[in-house]
């Protein structure tokens, strides 16, 4: 037990109301009683542990997982249940999959003795002290990937500056998503040849395979066990949040199908009573007489984007700062979203300047999408402009690809050199 650990037992008693009404489980592996994982195989360089955090963070790998798994053998590791969920059905048959530990000292030293990495990625922004503290004593080479810190985080996180930066200081490397990110880690103390700009891995996701009906098999079998209507428009509303719901339903034009697909699964059934009459996912029930449809399951967001005439990405409306747009813009679906993206502002930022997205607010969504659903020819120019710009922004999964083998090279157990900003190809964000 260290002093750390002293300040997480009052906190952890304090805040254990709200963890039981989550109602998350996998209490023993949280605790580090992970299942000992073999030695790595021949043949292969090294283990690599990739953090992410919940079901976004994963969703940012899907092209970086099989960059590396010629090389090296690659561990997933996720904090919530959601999280594990999208892991295990993207990741579990190329890579193991377990679950990240809480942060007290005997609980990372449990995990870590069963896995074992040579090497440890931390997606986007997870740093918690007794893990890269303990990576460090061991040798295990830890860095940050597809770093991202939104302002109101730094804001946060500047309290603890004086902490904060010598954590941040045990990583090999901090690889940033633009400019903006990179100077709030080195404000936080992040040495700046450590902090290296290599594009954000969200640009590289994979995109379905049309089939000749223009959708996905998952679309295709979506839509038909859902009874959504393939000869009437359909809005589909992804990682909605609260209140957003009944405003898609009040501002989807008449005749017009609306499928949402709130972000977090404890708010499924507020968002089914937001939606009268809807059809929902997990009920198995097939068609709505109201033309209102429910995804309350975890993998098929995807899958409902494939099917939609125009996208709306939720938690922009009220004061959640934003989803991620690449995924059904990448889909070839034009999309609008709402005025708060603090979380995205760059990548909305990229998106508009290029002409591959709309920016609204509440009271102007109902005419954005009448407009976009009776204008075929705008749409395709959404399309387009999307297409070309995502294309312009892909490598950043390479790059990280090529920082996380290099890092299998370096001797265990010594502090390596920082890395200066030639050891990585840099790429302007949006250029």
Known sequence: ??????????????TAPLWALKRRG???????????????????????????????????????????????????????DTGLCRARALFEESCRVVRYPLDFSWSVRRFLDAVRPDAVALVELEVWPNFVRACERRGIAAC???????????????????????????LRFVAVQDEAYAARFEALGVEPGACLLTGSMKWDAPVARPTPSGGSDAAARLAAELGIDRNRPLV?????????????????????????????????????????????????????????FLLDTIGELGA??????????????????????????????????????GDFAAIVRTFGEAGGLIRTDADALSGVLAGL?????????????????????????????????????????????????????????GG
């Open 144 to 170: 940050i990937v597809n770093g991202r810190l939104s302002e109101r985080s730094a804001r946060g996180y500047a309290r603890i500056r004086r902490f904060m930066g010598g954590w941040l200081r045990t």
């Open 1 to 14: 037990m260290n002093g750390l650990d002293l300040l997480y037992i009052p906190a952890a008693v304090a």
């Open 373 to 429: 659903l009776g204008d075929p020819a705008r749409r395709g120019e959404l399309v387009r402009n999307g297409s070309a710009c995502i294309a312009r922004n892909r490598g950043a999964s390479q790059r990280h690809a090529d920082l996380l083998l290099s890092l299998l090279d370096e001797p265990r157990g010594e502090a390596p050199s920082r890395m200066g900003p030639d050891d990585a190809t840099l790429v302007p964000v």
């Open 26 to 80: 996998g209490w023993r592996e949280r605790f580090g009683r992970t299942p000992t994982l073999p030695p790595v195989a021949a043949g292969k360089r090294g283990r690599i542990l990739l953090h992410a955090v919940s079901v976004g963070e994963v969703n940012a790998l899907r092209a970086l997982v099989p960059l590396l798994t010629p090389e090296a053998e690659v561990v997933i590791s996720t904090t919530t």
């Open 304 to 341: 409902a984007y494939a099917l939609a005439d125009v996208v709306v990405v939720g938690r922009s409306f009220g004061d959640l700062h934003g989803s991620d747009p690449i995924e059904p813009i990448a889909l070839g679906k034009p999309t609008v979203i709402g005025p708060a993206v």
């Open 236 to 292: 589909v509303a992804g990682s909605t949040g609260p209140g957003e719901e009944a405003l898609l339903d009040g501002a989807c034009p008449a005749g017009v199908q609306l499928l949402c697909a709130p972000r977090r699964l404890e708010r499924f059934d507020e968002a089914a009573a937001a939606l009268p009459g809807c059809a929902r996912r997990s009920a198995g029930g097939s068609g709505s007489a109201t033309g209102r």
